[in-house]
């Protein structure tokens, strides 16, 4: 059962651009959550879906970022218009259906680098 | 509102003696308590967990938590550290009750075990 799968590893854009950051959840698992930490910080919350829901999205800035995770395919954070304060590690994690005791999977994360 | 709190930014040990990572909580209700390990570059791997029940757990690679209710903590323990124990520890919580499953992190505790 392969983990949590995030891609790409490192990614670098220049202000402006946009980032598209994939996850796909481990076999099975229907809740994905994303988390960011910034340089010498802990993991932060951004959004937790799940199929085709998103059901909290009370750490996500307000503008230029936004989340889906669609009936069929990878969950999807994408950051319009990137600035160099958006420059951090993204990490994806997911759960299992059965409820909130599962601990959270994480996969590998995404690094992103705005020039 | 949710918030955990890991007092030491790095903790010290020789190899072979006792450690002890602290980790203090505020949850309204019941709360869900985790421990996670990030090494260089990678995601997080789940150590261990507090539900319910007995308030020693033990998880993977020897390690184990105690779960102190008047307290409000949450420590993480090994009785013997190991040099590959050296890593970036994470203390997580949820709150027990409510539609999200997100998790709150404290802000890491770096171990470094010295040979």
Redesign the interface.
């Known amino acids: 059962n392969a983990g949590?799968m995030q891609n790409p590893r490192h990614l670098v854009r220049r202000r402006g651009q946009e980032a598209r950051l994939r996850c796909s959840p481990m076999k099975g698992h229907s809740?994905v959550?994303w988390?960011r930490q910034l340089p010498e910080?802990?993991?932060?919350?951004m959004v937790?879906l799940q199929k085709e829901n998103i059901?909290?999205e009370?750490?996500m800035p307000k503008e230029r970022f936004s989340a889906e995770f669609p009936k069929e395919g990878p969950s999807i954070l994408r950051i319009q218009q990137v600035v160099r304060g958006d420059s951090a590690a993204y990490?994806c994690?997911s759960?299992p259906p059965e409820g909130?005791?599962n601990?959270?999977?994480?996969?590998?994360?995404t690094?992103l680098t705005v020039l | 509102a949710q918030s955990v709190a890991q007092p030491e930014d790095q903790v010290n040990v020789a190899e072979g003696n006792p450690l002890t990572v602290k980790c203090t909580y505020s949850v309204s209700g019941n709360p869900?308590l985790?421990w996670?390990v990030q090494y260089p570059?990678?995601?997080?791997?789940?150590l261990l967990?507090y539900?319910t029940g007995d308030n020693l757990v033990k998880g993977s690679y020897g390690f184990e938590a105690e779960f102190n209710k008047s307290q409000t903590s949450f420590h993480l323990k090994k009785p013997s550290a190991l040099v590959s124990d050296s890593a970036l520890y994470?203390c997580a919580v949820?709150r027990?009750w409510?539609?999200?499953?997100?998790?709150?992190?404290?802000?890491?505790t770096l171990l470094a075990v010295q040979p």
């Open positions: 949590v809740h959550y988390y910080e802990g993991l932060k919350f937790y059901i909290d009370s750490g990490f994690a759960s909130g005791s601990e959270q999977f994480f996969g590998p994360g690094r | 869900y985790f996670y570059n990678r995601g997080l791997q789940f967990k539900i994470f949820r027990l409510g539609a999200t499953n997100k998790l709150i992190f404290g802000t890491g």
